[in-house]
């Protein structure tokens, strides 16, 4: 299994981005897909996840209303549109494929990453 993200970039406070994320390999369709991101020297921090059908989303707090996920199982690909932007989010976002645990925070426990997408946000 094989992970890819891409969609980081530069942009200003107040801006949107839309991430993506393809999954190639065949991994199984009741895993679920999820994003996360780290700063330099930082635990890497869970944002969203959801269910390939999309059926099944959940977000942390920190992001909540303000970043979306979405998956096209035909394409093999998750998305996160994030909104209003703010220096703070300036991270390296990472998509992550897993497994889910009931009764756990995140449901998703990653098992495969992808390479990560820089994400600059400026004031």
């Known amino acids: 299994v094989q992970l890819q993200a891409s969609g980081g970039g530069l942009v200003q406070a107040g801006a949107s981005l839309k991430l993506s994320c393809v999954l190639s390999?065949?991994?199984?369709?009741?895993?679920?897909m999820g994003w996360y991101r780290q700063a330099q020297g930082k635990v890497r921090e869970f944002l969203a996840g959801t269910s390939w059908s999309g059926a099944n989303t959940y977000y942390a707090d920190s992001v909540k209303g303000r970043f979306t996920v979405s998956s096209d199982i035909g394409k093999s690909t998750i998305y996160l549109e994030m909104n209003n932007l703010k220096p703070e989010d300036t991270r390296v976002y990472y998509c992550?494929?897993?497994?889910?645990?009931?009764?756990?925070?995140?449901?998703?426990?990653?098992?495969?990453w992808g390479q990560g997408t820089l994400v600059t946000v400026s004031s």
């Open positions: 992550a494929s897993g497994p889910t645990y009931a009764g756990h925070w995140p449901p998703l426990s990653p098992r495969f």
């Open positions: 390999g065949g991994a199984s369709s009741f895993d679920h």
